[in-house]
């Protein structure tokens, strides 16, 4: 089984819309989750963590978890084309080891 | 925050030599490096985890002869590609982590074997 589990996609959603992207996790000892983007061609980017069940607000991105079901997701509000791009979800297990879902492809549609 | 430097950004080699990547932790110090590889529209792929001051640990079906790993000190792990094949050529992304805090990834390498 696979550690961190996300939807390929690719997911369309039209420009203004929410997109909402999903993960889940196998194991209940993980202590932090991560929710990273990467643009074709570049690096993953940061762009938000959580730590304790519930929701997380920055701008437009939320962070929702759920540790009893085990799942974490990114809500993304009045989604841009700028928005377009593969969004990965890592959980943190020990501190140091970090585990990586396989991404999750984002177009937004002008 | 963490900032992660990576070099070269960008190489093209001959097929056969070696090529080395560099990453450091600007800001931290980082006991553990990362060293990812992704193929075009692919996932990351870890390829091992490079520890400060002993041995790097090599995922299955990656060859430590090939890929090879020095951490020789706490903000600085290199890559080498040794004997390098067109089949190596890969985009290859080092990632730090400030314990709990999230990996922070270096700006990636794009090889090209020719």
């Known amino acids: 089984q696979k550690e961190v589990e996300q939807n390929s996609g690719p997911l369309s959603v039209p420009e203004g819309a929410i997109a909402s992207l999903n993960c889940t996790y196998s194991?209940?000892?993980?202590?932090?989750f991560f929710w990273y983007r990467q643009y074709s061609g570049k690096s993953p980017e940061l762009i938000m963590s959580?730590?304790?069940?519930g929701d997380k607000e920055d701008g437009r991105f939320t962070a929702q978890l759920n540790k009893a079901s085990q799942y974490v997701s990114l809500l993304i509000r009045d989604s841009q084309p700028s928005d377009s791009a593969t969004y990965l979800c890592a959980v943190n297990l020990d501190g140091n080891q970090f585990y990586f879902g396989t991404g999750t492809s984002l177009t937004v549609i002008p | 925050g963490a900032v992660v430097s990576q070099h070269p950004s960008r190489v093209i080699c001959k097929s056969g030599t070696s090529v080395k990547i560099e990453c450091r932790s600007l800001d931290f110090q980082a006991t553990t490096m990362f060293w990812y590889r992704q193929f075009p529209k692919k996932s990351l792929m870890l390829m091992a985890t490079s520890n400060e001051g002993s041995k790097a640990t090599y995922e299955q079906g990656v060859e430590k002869d090939k890929f090879l790993i020095n951490h020789a000190s706490l903000t600085l792990s290199t890559l080498t590609v040794t004997s390098a094949h067109p089949e190596d050529s890969s985009f290859y992304i080092c990632?730090?982590?400030?314990?709990?805090?999230?990996?922070?990834f270096g700006s990636g390498t794009r090889l090209t074997v020719v």
């Open positions: 194991d209940r000892g993980s202590q932090s």
């Open positions: 990632s730090a982590s400030e314990r709990g805090y999230g990996y922070t």
């Open positions: 959580i730590y304790s069940n």
